[in-house]
Structures are given as C-alpha cells and as structure tokens.
C-alpha cells in the first residue's frame, strides 16, 4: 500500500448523482408485461430486495469518505421518506451533502439477472442548481459525475463554472463523462466542459459512444481537444491510463474479486483514485488504488456503501504479494 494510502485527504466536493438504488439480485428470468399476474410476469428472485445508499456522486462520496478523506456532496436529496434514509445514511458515513432538500428523491430501481443482464427503472427527482451550489460551497477539489442525470441541458456551462472554482482555489476538477445510455454527455460536451478539467475518466462503453467508436480509434479525435490525463476504465481487467497525447496508454491491472453486485463499481475506484491522486501519489499508483476499490466494492452485496479502508489495504497487499511471487 502506498503511503498516499494511509494519509487524510483534502476536501473533495462530489457534484452529480444521488439515489435511493432499490437492488434486486438472483433472477434466472426476466418477466414479460402482462395485464395482470401470471407465470410470465411474476418472476421470483433468490435474494431479498435491498435498499441501498446509491447515485454516481454520492457513491464516490461515499468510498472517498471511507478511505479517510473529507467528503461533500452536491446533489439533490429529496424531502421525503427515501430522501431521510439517505440523508442519514450518508451523514453516518462521513458525507456532508451541501444545500437544502427539495421535491421527491431520485430512485434507481435495477435488477440483476444470475446471468449479468441487467433491467432498471430510472426516476431522475429534482435538478440540481449550480448557482445554488456555489454559494454553499467554499471551492477546493471538485469530481463531477453523472451530471447529465440531474443538470438540465444546456449544462456545459454549469459544468465549467465549478472547474473554473476548483482552479480559482488552486484545487483540482475531475470529469467522470458517465452515465451512459439516453441523455449521455455528447463528445461535444465533454470536450467542452474538460477545458476546465485536469482528469478525465470513463468506461470503455461510455468513450465508444462519445465517440463513435472504440477509445483507441477515436483517441486522436479526443486528444485534438483534451490534452491532459485520461482513464478508461475496463472493468475487471484494470484501466487504461493515458497520460497525455505524446505517451502511449498503459494497462494498471485490476485486482481478482468474486463478482456479487457490479453496480456502483466505477464510482467506487474513482473514490479510491482520488482519495490516492489527492494525497500525493502519481495516477498509475492511484489508478491500482482505486482498482482496489472497485473490487472491494463488486465483491459485496451493498457496493460501494460497504467498502471499507481496511478491506482496500488488505486487497492492494494481497495483490502486491501475488504479484511478488
């Protein structure tokens, strides 16, 4: 373990997603609409539904936080029942989330076949105000993920203004160009908005369709408009980290993990990168940081509420002791 592994980090504002992740898992099908229940569409699964603390930036928030590091976040929490559960939960965790709570909460219904396939119902609650957010907060580091789930379009703008924040304080601005599918950020967008970024990071299937094609193919169209640090992730097998336009991209491994709940994977190795990246170490050491992170977090039911510091050290020397043997 680095020593950047065992040190406090600064302050970080989380900007983007927060949801209430109703999670079922243990389908061997998938039911089909029906008027009413029958055989078809009424499907059991082998485990309880579970509700759990969850949105891109409140899950990064939350492994930051459990790493060591000081956590805030900006995104909206709803004045309602599910808007309690993770208001308290969060604050038990180490989160301070900024501004008021207003309207319904957002909900993230997913579940997950025995198979890997996927069905989720997406309520997206209330946006998120910037300006808002920018006068609760004192600027320092800023990650910004899944804002295409609670910013209203246009949204580069809003976007820029916390990364021009983070700069004006001497901090850092990171851009995580996730959540993918309808809605997602356009290549002209996050080329956009990483003007005003100092790390970009999304998964091999996010980039492919940002840009039209997979990230090696479109690399070049990408870094005519982004020329600092990006990483790709690529789930189990690491990521790629491609430091800048004159280096060739490099593999970090990831770390072996029996796969129990693969949601919220992604958030959780950017908490565990940032948390390494802040306090001192160089990306590729943050980037096996944070692949640790993301294996602790796909090996539990609960994700990334339940990664802990003590499971991601244990993890990373493990990993150096196969790796030394």
Request: charged share 20%; hydrophobic share 45%.
């Amino acid at each position: 373990m680095s020593q950047a592994g065992t040190a406090q980090a600064p302050r970080l504002l989380s900007v983007g997603s927060v949801v209430a992740d109703v999670s079922i898992q243990g389908l061997r099908r998938f039911p089909r609409p029906d008027v009413e229940f029958t055989a078809a569409s009424d499907v059991t699964h082998e485990q309880p539904a579970r509700l759990l603390l969850g949105g891109t930036a409140a899950n990064t928030a939350m492994v930051y936080a459990a790493l060591g590091g000081s956590c805030q976040l900006g995104g909206v929490i709803g004045a309602d029942p599910f808007g309690d559960f993770l208001a308290d939960g969060l604050a038990a965790r180490g989160v301070a989330a900024l501004g008021r709570r207003a309207g319904a909460t957002a909900t993230h219904t997913i579940a997950l076949g025995v198979d890997g396939r996927r069905q989720a119902y997406w309520y997206a609650g209330a946006p998120l105000d910037v300006g808002a957010l920018l006068d609760a907060w004192t600027p320092g580091h800023v990650y910004l993920t899944g804002i295409n789930l609670c910013l209203p379009r246009p949204l580069v703008d809003a976007a820029r203004s916390l990364g021009r924040a983070a700069h004006a304080a001497g901090a850092r601005a990171v851009l995580d160009i996730g959540q993918g599918g309808p809605g997602a950020l356009t290549f002209d967008e996050i080329a956009a908005i990483a003007a005003d970024v100092d790390l970009v990071i999304g998964s091999r299937a996010e980039f492919a369709a940002a840009l039209g094609c997979d990230y090696r193919g479109g690399r070049a169209r990408l870094r005519r408009r982004f020329g600092g640090p990006v990483v790709l992730k690529l789930g189990a097998a690491g990521v790629l980290l491609d430091l800048g336009p004159e280096t060739q991209p490099r593999l970090v491994p990831g770390f072996r993990a029996a796969e129990v709940n693969p949601i919220g994977a992604g958030d959780a190795f950017a908490g565990g990168l940032l948390h390494a990246w802040l306090c001192g170490a160089d990306l590729a050491a943050a980037c096996r940081r944070g692949n640790a992170a993301g294996a602790v977090s796909v090996s539990s039911a609960g994700g990334p509420q339940d990664v802990t510091r003590s499971a991601v050290d244990r993890l990373e020397r493990e990993g150096a002791s196969d790796a030394e043997s």
